[in-house]
């Protein structure tokens, strides 16, 4: 194997034993040979796309599979066999359909399930010898794979988009070439930022057209005394459905990690027994699972392998996107019918109520709707100098270390700035008693990573109100945390819509070779960070 996906990879450098993560070997290099297969794929879809006739079954499968192959999604051995010979079988009727000339290998290599471990080895990330062209395939693969999740959640609620599958898969087809150089895959980048912005607000529109516009709301984050169910992820029509068939039956819902801003729409909070948000953020599951007592569902990303004597692991269910060996998999809706959580439900009767881990409540509900509402105050508060600058501290928390640089730097920052938000990074500082400007609380969260577009249609609001001709001259500091690779694509995001001078910790990714490396430093100033101290003084000047 080698990964070098996400921010905890092995030494900074890649895994190539095992995934930080939990990935084992053969688990990865099948996440290579599932990614080779839909390139394939996506290969005759172009074609059959160009000759009119696109097919749908191959955009679902493609965005499907690389949200699969997301950090901390899938897991499992006998899934993602299962998804590549789904995926040849398709491939086989696509082939049926439309002819490639001068076909990659990726159109035309077929094989048993005895022959994927020897060809997995040869399609993963070091296929590509060259390193720059390597590093910027890879950052185009994980913006893709950003852009997938989105588009994943988004089409769970009936929302879809001709334009991203097919920017999608024309990428995918431009990844399978053998000839390209950096200078189109430069440019092939900025076009998956400039698709990601679409995809995002795709999103946007799904979740607030189902949920309504998030609003300012207080989250309990302490237990009550029925059985509970914990769901993790992102996914909010699982939560909805979720909520829909445990009304009634004395089973409460907690939110884990990133579904926390669910507590924020009108449609989702109006259900009593959506309790509260249990715990932080994903890496924190291993305690918090064992005291929660109850069943945990996964709908998205974010799972951690359990150990493998934790008193949690029968607990454990997965949907959507994700595989864990020895989890129980809700299946996918049919028919227009809702899935069916009937044994999580029964599961979670049979348990004690969870044990509370902290009390009282954190405010969130900041997308740009409400910040827009409240826009007037905002403008005021930064012309009387109440507000000195805006810090969009977006993104991801993890394991590491190194990332109490963020509560640090959170804490320390003048009484006189605001930390705009989204994505699990919050949990570093949501806690903190950082108090308010004016009325205008110092930590607005707009949500889940997945609603970082309210973050940049909030600058682009305030670009407005100020008058100002560049988003740039905004008092906004970008000093973003990232993880995974939806944290790539909306990093890609921000850069297309001209957002310069990003600081993106707690290290720059792995895959970004020197030469890359250097072009987003002189094009867009990317940059690290440091200490705290020094970090406070550069920021603040
Ligand atoms: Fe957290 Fe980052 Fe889980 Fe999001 S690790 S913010 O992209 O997927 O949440
Ligand atoms: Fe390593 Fe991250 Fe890849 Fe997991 S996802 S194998 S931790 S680089």
Known sequence: ????????????????????????????????????????????????????????????????????????????????????????????????????????DECLWDGTEEEFAEKAETVGVLRTADEDIRSLKELV?????????????????????AEIFAFMQHALVQLTRTDIGVEELIGLTLETGRHGVTAMAMLDAANTGAYGNPEISEVN????????????????????????????????????????????????????????NYGNAWWKQKEEFESFNGPILFTSNCIVPPRSNASYKDRIYVTGACGLDGAFYIPERKDGQPKDFSA????????????????????????????????????????????RKFFVMAGCDGRMKSRDYYTEFARRLPADTVILTAGCAKYRYNKLELGDINGIPR???????????????????????FGLDDINRLPIVYNIAWYEQKAVIVLLALLSLGVKQIHLGPTLPAFLSPNVTKVLVEQFGIGGISSVDEDLVKFLA
Do not use: W
């Open 1 to 104: 194997m080698f990964c070098y996906q996400c921010q905890e990879t092995a030494m900074g450098t890649g895994c190539i034993l095992k995934g930080v993560c939990g990935k084992i070997s053969e688990v990865s290099n099948l996440q290579d040979l599932l990614l080779f297969v839909v390139r394939g794929i996506a290969v005759y879809n172009e074609r059959l796309r160009e000759a009119g006739t696109p097919c749908e079954e191959a955009d679902k499968f493609i965005y499907d599979s690389l949200f699969v192959t997301i950090t901390n999604a899938n897991f499992s051995r006998e899934n993602i066999t299962e998804k590549i010979k789904a995926g040849l079988q398709l491939k086989r009727e696509l082939g049926k359909r439309v002819a490639v000339d001068n076909a990659p």
């Open 141 to 161: 693969h994980y913006g893709l794979k950003g852009m997938a999740a989105y588009a994943e959640h988004a089409g769970n609620l009936g929302y879809k988009s």
């Open 221 to 276: 984050i302490g237990v009550r005394n029925n059985p509970g169910i914990l769901i993790s992820g992102h996914d909010l029509k699982d939560l909805e459905e979720l909520l829909q068939q445990t009304e009634g039956t004395g089973v409460d819902v907690y939110t884990h990690s990133e579904m926390l801003p669910a507590h924020y729409y009108p449609q989702l909070k109006k259900y009593k027994h959506l309790a509260g």
């Open 344 to 387: 999580i439900i029964a599961h979670a009767k049979r348990c004690l109520p969870p044990v509370g881990i902290e009390s009282g409540t954190i405010t969130g509900g900041f997308a740009h709707a409400q910040v827009t509402a409240l826009a007037d105050k905002v403008v005021e508060a930064v012309k009387s100098g109440a507000i």
């Open 443 to 465: 930590v607005l969260d707009a949500g889940q990573c997945n609603d970082s577009y309210s973050l940049a249609v909030i600058a682009l609001k305030l670009k407005e109100a």
